[in-house]
């Protein structure tokens, strides 16, 4: 079956609904799915649980569905360079279950290999703990974190063969490959498309069985902070 779209719009066609739950891939503002986002906000989904290490800053990336008033609530790891997001918390307008990062991404890992749930002895003691079920294990205690799968997960990769494989590039390999296997539909956007039989077997890191959609997309690639060193005088 044939993958390939034109769009973030032709990708998204038919498969939004308000209350659905996006798992967003990426790291800060590295290997985020731009167009998709994007696409998103213009579709007028309302409601979404997002699902997403951070939610962008202010006016790009997840930060645009804050500005929009189109999530409702958030299931993060990083929170910290967005303001808007912080307005809506704090006036209770957004919800927020925050996860610790290790937890948050096995969390998904869990979700997309069929896994309901597992210890960790993270957050054992902690407010991440309230209200979940705390286990000894060989003297130590271990709280139970269930597994995350979404409606759609929207992700970014480098490059795709034609039938979905994908490879990811440093840092955007943050989140992304294991969102791709936890969303009940998996839309992608990547740089370059290339024929079947042009990537290494070895170095495919998400299989194309779990990518539905496919297209190219064009990246702005901000950076959340820039920082430079001052040029030396003598």
């Not at 490879?167 to 296997?181: E, G, Y």
């Amino acid at each position: 079956m044939r993958k390939i779209v034109s769009d973030a719009r032709a990708a998204l066609d038919g498969l939004t609904f308000d209350g659905m739950t996006v798992m967003s891939g990426g790291f800060g503002l590295c290997g985020i799915p731009e167009n998709l986002i994007a696409g998103l906000r213009d579709s007028g989904v309302k409601g979404l649980t997002v699902i997403s290490n951070n939610a962008g800053v202010d006016g790009f990336g997840l930060g645009q569905l804050l500005e929009t008033r189109q999530i409702a609530k958030m299931i993060s790891s990083y929170v910290g360079e967005n303001k808007e997001f912080e307005r809506q918390y704090l006036a209770g307008e957004l919800q927020l279950e925050f996860n610790p990062q290790g937890t948050l991404a096995e969390r998904i890992r869990a979700g997309g290999a069929g896994i309901p749930a597992f210890f960790t002895a993270t957050g054992v003691g902690t407010l991440v703990a309230e209200g979940k079920e705390v286990r000894n294990f060989d003297g130590r205690d271990y709280v139970m974190e269930t597994g995350l799968i979404a409606d759609l997960s929207i992700i970014k990769a480098w490059k795709a063969d034609e039938r979905g494989n994908l490879v990811f590039r440093k840092t955007a390999r943050n989140f992304n490959p294991m969102m791709a296997t936890a969303g009940k539909v998996t839309l992608v956007e990547v740089e370059e498309i290339v024929p079947v039989g042009s990537l290494d077997p070895d170095n495919i890191h998400t299989p194309g069985v779990y990518v539905d959609r496919l297209f190219v997309g064009t990246f702005e690639k901000r950076i959340e902070q820039r920082t430079v060193r001052q040029k030396e005088v003598a």
